[in-house]
Each structure stands twice: as C-alpha cells, then as structure tokens.
C-alpha cells in the first residue's frame, strides 16, 4: 500500500508552523502523551541525541558563529598588506600570473594592476596587519587569526556559497551547519539548534540561496532556521488571533496522538521529527518573543554593538547571536550581503566595514567578557576574495577571486594575534601554507570534538563526509 508523505500533507495543509522551524526543532515533550515504543529516549527526554560516540576526540568548543560577508570582500584591502601591488599600481598585470586561470568578469579583457585603496597599520601587541578600513578590528587585533591563504573551487557567489557552506558545488548536499547538529545535537530545548540571521548593506548585495543551510539528504529536523529580519523572527510564531495558551496545548497534544498512531504502523523517523516539531514550536510561542526583545540589555551594550532594537541590521544580529549562544544554539550562521565590489571600492568598502566592523569587535569583547569565547568558534569570512587586478564599475573595483584569500578564526583556543600563510606578492596566489575550504571545515570540526575522518552518514552507497573524499587536513599550527 502506498502512503502519502506526511510531510506533503501537512505543509500542504497549512498545519505547518514555519515550515523550516518544524523540521529544526527538537524538545521536551514532557506534556505530550507518552511516546511510543521505538522512538529513542533521548528524544522523549527532549533534545536532539546526535551520534552515539561523538565527540570522538576531546572538543575545545561547543558552538560556532559563522560571519559570512556575502560576496566576497577584498582580502587587498583588510587583511594583505602588499607594497609590491601598490608599486605597479596601474601598470599591466604579469601574464605570468593570469594566463590559464580561472578569471571570472575580466576573461578576455586588458588587465592592470589595481593599487591597494586604503593604508594598513600594524596593531596590538601582536604587530597583526589589518586596514584603516577595519579600525574596530585593528582593536581586537590580538584576538584573531588570520588565515591568509585560503583558497576554494568556485569563482561565482551561489557555488562558491554552496562549497563554503557545503564542501562540494553540488546541490541537495548537507549545509555544514547541519553537520555539526546532526553529529552533536543541540543544547537547547526551546529554540532551533541551527539559527540563520540576514542583513543587507553595501553594494550588489547578492541572493542568498535556502540551501545554504538545508539539511540535504540529512533528516530535515537539522536543517537551518532562517529568523526574518522584520517582523515576527519564526513565521507563525505568534498564535491565531482568538486562540490562548490552553487552546494551543489542546491542539498540540491531539496532534502528538495522531502521530504516535501513524507511527506505530509506519514508523517514518520523520514522524518522530514532527512528533517534537509541534511541541517545540509551541514552546518558541514564548521563547523567541523573549530572545528578540532586547529591553533587558544595559544600555552600554547596546550601545557597544550600535544596536538599536531588533532590527534585521548586522549589530543587531550580532547581539542576538550572542543571546542564541548563551541560551545554547549550537550553530550560528550571520550573512551580511553587499560586499560584491567590483566597482566604487573604496566607497563600498566603507560602508560594508562601517555596518559590521564594530558589531564583529562587539561580540567578540561580549562573549569574551561573559568567558564564552573560551568554548565558542566564530569564523569570519567571504566566499572567495578579490582579484589584484582593476576593474572599473563606478569607480575602481575587483573581481571575484579563488586562488588566494583572507579569513579569520576567534575563541576556543585558536592562537590570537596570529597570521597563517601567505600570498604571492601581488595578492594572486596562496603560496604558503595553502588553506582549502575542506581544511577550514576539518579544522572547525576537530574543534568540536569530531575527527572529519569519522564522521560520514550513508547516502547512496557511499559513506559521505562533509569533508568530502579529498585530502584535509586541521590546520593543527593555528590552536594553542
């Protein structure tokens, strides 16, 4: 007999309570009917069980913040001082560098040298080279470290998005968010365990695609849930008009009892996804409401970020990033769109840096003061950079860029106040200590307590990593 998906059912329905939200979600469901045999008893005690023997190696953190600058911001003018550049400034680009590789815009065109747009300091006690750009930064230069080699495989936004976030360009694959709660679970009973915030400022800002923090062929309760920007944070969040809190309970536990019915004859691990789904999501009625209300912040933090309310901005984002963290979401990714400066660099540059430079200084001297960043990753970084060639579109600009690129990590035992690798004096190539984007996953993976070695789940005949089958490795020079 053929059954009908309950999932197609219900978001055909309109039972759905946010779509997304369902499937991330996982909690107590301690005024539910009893569960049925065969559902696991990690899940009747509430929280997402992850895989029984992780961590596998002793964890140095418990969560990451992702801080994605969407579109690519110019390593040449954050983090890569290079004189050389700004000596052949104008000048025409070394075939040397260019003839065979991957040029995104530029392919076919006369290429010259682009200078460097802004001045570099060398700051904290460290001596770390950061721009004028990133003044904010510059304060926190003892904090990070700057990976200065990093490369990937895709020179457009959505694939490059796509391996940042996934490790392959191919679509339907596991966001790495996903991973991470797939393999460890969640410590929060009351909110996702994977939290999507958006904000938009600066140039061309690009679309962000929903598979960069979908589940793929992982059970959808690890997918991301993505918090509007405007309005209730989870759609549906707030109850029907005329209905109470004892009138949604009512509702709930007859939905909980029609599952645990289908469940004993066809026991789907989807239903056990929805059995919690529903109980969760009554429980965010209240929670989210209170996460996003940020009145019970003294006024000194507020101003700290430059927050004003819950806006949908990037300070704003970054102060409910830390407020996701302390209440235990295990992965949180921000995107901030607009940094896809092929033209008007200087103008963009400054106003991407001046919407996030002091939220990211924020958060990092939040968490640090509160003794978080002790168990908490936060990368920070584009998708690709841009190229040490100019391209004029209002002004000068870059392209896209993959063979050589500047990210950071904080927190957790990463060496602060530190630089690793180095690019080739125009800023074209990784030349030293070369860094792939599967390094950087293995690297926050091993940080987490899971060896990338070991941590696979079986699709289509094939045990699949989020490390893929390629060779990577932890960047082991980086951790204290």
Not at 311 to 330: F, I, K, P, Q, T
Not at 419 to 439: C, F, I, K
């Amino acid at each position: 007999m053929n059954h009908w998906n309950r999932r197609t059912f219900l978001s055909g329905s309109g039972l759905s309570l946010g779509s997304a939200a369902l499937f991330g979600l996982l909690g107590r469901s301690g005024h539910t009917a009893p569960l049925p045999a065969g559902l696991t008893k990690a899940m009747a005690n509430g929280l997402p069980p992850g895989i029984q023997g992780l961590p596998n190696i002793p964890p140095r953190v418990k969560r990451v913040i992702f801080l994605c600058m969407a579109g690519g911001p110019s390593h040449l003018e954050t983090f890569d001082e290079k004189p050389e550049l700004a000596r052949l400034d104008g000048q025409p680009m070394p075939t040397s560098y260019t003839e065979g590789q991957p040029i995104a815009q530029l392919a076919g065109k006369e290429l010259k040298v682009q200078g460097p747009l802004t001045q570099f300091k060398r700051c904290g006690e460290s001596g770390q080279v950061i721009s004028d750009f990133l003044p904010y930064h510059q304060r926190m230069a003892d904090d990070i470290c700057v990976l200065k080699s990093m490369v990937t495989e895709q020179i457009n936004h959505d694939p490059a998005h796509t391996f940042m976030n996934c490790g392959t360009a191919l679509a339907g694959r596991p966001s790495m968010g996903s991973w991470v709660t797939y393999g460890l679970g969640s410590e929060c009973d009351d909110l996702p365990g994977f939290v999507v915030l958006t904000s938009v400022g600066g140039r061309n800002p690009q679309p962000i695609a929903s598979r960069q923090w979908g589940s793929g062929f992982l059970p959808s309760r690890f997918q991301g849930v993505e918090f509007n920007a405007a309005g209730p944070p989870v759609h549906y969040v707030d109850p029907p008009a005329g209905v109470g809190h004892d009138g949604q309970r009512r509702v709930v536990d007859a939905i909980a009892k029609l599952n645990q019915h289908r469940f004993q004859s066809v026991p789907d691990p989807e239903i056990q996804t929805r059995l919690s789904a529903y109980e969760i999501a009554f429980r965010m009625q209240t929670s989210v409401p209170e996460l996003v209300d940020f009145s019970d912040e003294p006024q000194d933090v507020l101003d700290m970020y430059g927050a004003k309310g819950s806006d949908g901005s990037y300070a704003s984002n970054c102060l409910l990033a830390r407020r996701l963290a302390e209440r235990g979401v295990r992965f949180i990714q921000l995107y901030h769109r607009g940094w896809d400066h092929h033209g008007g660099l200087e103008r963009y540059m400054k106003i991407c840096c001046g919407l996030t430079d002091r939220p990211t200084w924020a958060l990092i001297q939040d968490l640090k003061r509160r003794g978080m960043l002790d168990d908490t990753l936060v990368i920070w970084g584009g998708e690709f950079g841009r190229t040490p060639m100019f391209q004029g579109k209002g002004g000068a600009g870059r392209d896209h860029h993959i063979k050589g690129f500047s990210m950071w990590m904080a927190g957790g035992g990463v060496k602060g106040g530190t630089s690793y690798g180095a690019t080739d004096p125009l800023g074209y190539n990784a030349v030293e200590n070369v860094t792939h984007v599967r390094d950087l996953h293995a690297t926050m993976l091993h940080m987490l307590g899971i060896d990338h070695k070991r941590f696979s789940y079986p699709y289509q005949g094939l045990d699949t990593r989020l490390t893929g089958v390629e060779e990577a490795h932890v960047i082991d020079d980086v951790l204290s």
